[in-house]
């Protein structure tokens, strides 16, 4: 059974292990040199409690991990984040990539955030169709935007904004 619970620095090897791995076999990041345990240990660190990293596992062993970002150091952007979301391959289509954006939604909120992004890059119909049933909206695309495997690709922009009293 999958639990969700807040990532420790020592989940950041398999954090850096599914992240490279996206890195090297996907278009769902456009990082295209694999990153250190250094490198996602800082990362790591530049998160806060407005802006958590999550992971998942079945049976204590982490199968995948989401987070939210700060958007941009400019204050006035303080109440918006980006969502990330990684999942191991050997657990794809199992509803962990679903149950970590749920939870990351919920502490998204819980924190106190206004807005929540997400950059999806063209193909992945499955994440757009799941950001979507959380009541994500399209944004619009950029097109071409990035240039990863010897092609050119869209990214759609998708927002969630939460209703303030």
């Known amino acids: 059974m999958l639990s969700i619970r807040p990532a420790t620095k020592d989940d950041v090897v398999i954090i850096t292990e599914i992240y490279n791995d996206a ?7 456009f990082d295209t040199d694999i990153k250190t345990i250094d490198d996602r240990m800082s990362w790591f660190l530049s998160h806060d409690k407005n802006h958590p990293v999550i992971v998942g596992e079945i049976n204590e062993e982490v199968v995948g991990w989401a987070s939210l970002t700060k958007w941009s150091d400019r204050c ?14 050997s657990h794809r289509g199992k509803g962990v990539g679903k149950r970590l954006l749920e939870i990351l939604i919920a ?6 955030l206004h807005y929540l992004l997400s ?6 119909e499955t994440s757009i169709h799941i950001h979507e049933r959380f009541g994500f ?24 904004v939460f209703k303030t009293n």
């Open 107 to 112: 502490e998204g909120e819980k924190c106190g």
């Open 76 to 89: 006035a952007y303080d109440g918006t984040s980006e969502v990330s979301v990684y999942v191991h391959k």
């Open 23 to 29: 890195i090297l076999n996907s278009t769902a990041t």
């Open 137 to 160: 909206t399209h944004v619009g695309v950029m097109h071409e935007v990035g240039f990863k495997f010897g092609k050119f690709l869209d990214v759609h922009i998708m927002e969630k």
């Open 119 to 124: 950059r999806i890059t063209e193909g992945n």
